[in-house]
């Protein structure tokens, strides 16, 4: 009897600490998925607010954000007909760039494929909604120019006032390795520092909350505790320097990355997971 007990404790023990395994995978699956998806969808946006304030068809001109070999096309550049502009930005084929995959951005990212984009007025008037969309047909990949990941997805922008912007992304996905993450989410912007003229040295802070599909199938949510900053200079601005989110899991456990690491706001592409006394750094791509 004694040997039975002992071993049924000894299974339980086991049965116990492989789900709180699952449940850590899980949740790190989770955060990094939510992690990536974040930051690119982040960019898209970036990209395409430095090329509406500085158009000269839009608002005026000066240095873009988009590499050089990309191309912008307008379908619709007049205002005055009553249904705003549409433009479509080309980064070029997936094997455009030679030796690597895509464009080289100036955040250091590289990035092929179509997005398409809809303005119903200048982006200096208030208020201005642009609408982002991206579908599969539009073979928009985002990486290191060795390993690329799809995206699609319809991200709304209105800009409420001068240096404010609410953001809705539905319906987005992101292709893994290991398999499809899906998301959605709603964010606020606001940018805190100006300047002057172009993009070089802004910064945003970001809030919200997200909801999505992890790569591996598990449901998760994710809330912006502690606001996301970005900062816009080369080298810094392909992720956050600061910020915090909280991850809760399929199973309402909750975990938190926070993206300075080593609390000094550096650029240096890492985020800390901390999970049950357990903690993980990534590096976002």
Not at 209 to 223: K, M, P, R, Y
Request: hydrophobic content about 35%.
């Amino acid at each position: 009897m004694k040997i039975r007990f002992t071993f049924m404790l000894t299974l339980l023990g086991m049965l116990f600490f492989s789900s709180c395994k699952r449940e850590f995978l899980e949740s790190i699956q989770s955060a990094e998925d939510n992690a990536q998806i974040e930051t690119e969808f982040s960019q898209v946006f970036e990209a395409v607010a430095d090329f509406a304030a500085n158009d000269g068809r839009v608002n005026k001109t000066d240095d873009f954000l988009l590499p050089s070999g990309a191309t912008v096309v307008f379908t619709d550049s007049l205002f005055n007909d009553g249904d705003g502009i549409d433009f479509d930005i080309n980064y070029g084929p997936l094997n455009s760039g030679g030796s690597t995959k895509g464009r080289l951005c100036k955040d250091g990212r590289y990035r092929a494929g179509i997005v398409h984009v809809g303005m119903t007025s200048r982006w200096s008037e208030i208020p201005c909604i642009v609408t982002i969309a991206i579908s599969s047909s539009d073979q928009y990949y985002a990486g290191n120019g060795t390993k690329m990941y799809q995206l699609t997805g319809t991200k709304t922008v209105t800009k409420t006032s001068v240096n404010s912007y609410n953001v809705e992304v539905l319906n987005a996905t992101m292709q893994r390795d290991n398999g499809i993450v899906s998301w959605n989410a709603e964010r606020t912007i606001t940018k805190t520092n100006d300047p002057g003229a172009g993009w070089e040295n802004d910064e945003y802070t970001i809030e919200g909350s997200a909801d999505g599909i992890n790569a591996n199938g598990d449901a998760f949510t994710a809330e912006i505790v502690s606001p996301l900053v970005k900062e816009m200079s080369l080298g810094c601005m392909s992720t956050f320097i600061q910020g915090e989110i909280a991850v809760t899991n399929s199973n309402e456990k909750v975990l938190s990355i926070d993206y300075d690491s080593f609390g000094d706001a550096a650029c240096d592409k890492t985020a800390t997971i901390y999970y049950n006394n357990r903690s993980r750094n990534i590096t976002l791509w």
